[in-house]
């Protein structure tokens, strides 16, 4: 269950303090795959093998979901399972002063524009444990 949060380096830099956080997360999910697949669940709705792939929403940072999610439809698999998580909350260096720009909570509006990201790029399984139906 990789995390892939950022695209563009700079923003992994300023962020994480790790500017090839893209690039190696994009080889971690490309080999993560390659073992196992696509997320399978059983008759119970559980995984039992695959690959399901997280990405938290961030304040301002629709298009680096975008190129997140083309890469996982177009590279992965358009069967690429993803959790989008919208639980961005302003929190330990985060201020009015230090990265204002992360001072916010993500809104329904951005959330929803990543969702339609997603579904534009081609993904389609979701974990929809809380439905994502008025998106769509």
């Known amino acids: 269950m990789p995390d892939f949060k950022f695209w563009d380096p700079e923003l992994a830099r300023r962020y994480l ?30 995984a039992v093998r695959g690959v399901l792939v ?17 890469f996982l439809a177009v590279e992965i ?15 330990f260096k985060v201020s009015a002063t230090k990265y204002a720009e992360l001072n916010c909570s993500v809104r329904v509006a951005e959330f929803s524009r990543t969702i339609q990201a997603a579904l534009a790029a081609g993904l389609h ?12």
């Open 77 to 91: 698999s358009p069967d690429t399972y993803i959790n989008i998580m919208d639980q961005h909350r302003p929190a």
């Open 125 to 136: 399984r979701f974990d929809e444990r809380r439905s994502f139906a008025f998106l769509r």
């Open 17 to 46: 303090k790790a500017i090839r956080y893209p690039s190696a997360a994009r080889e971690s999910i490309r080999e993560m795959h390659r073992q196992v697949g696509d997320l399978q669940l059983d008759e119970n709705g559980l």
């Open 54 to 70: 997280r990405h938290l929403v961030m304040p301002g940072m629709a298009a680096d979901a975008e190129r997140i999610f083309a």
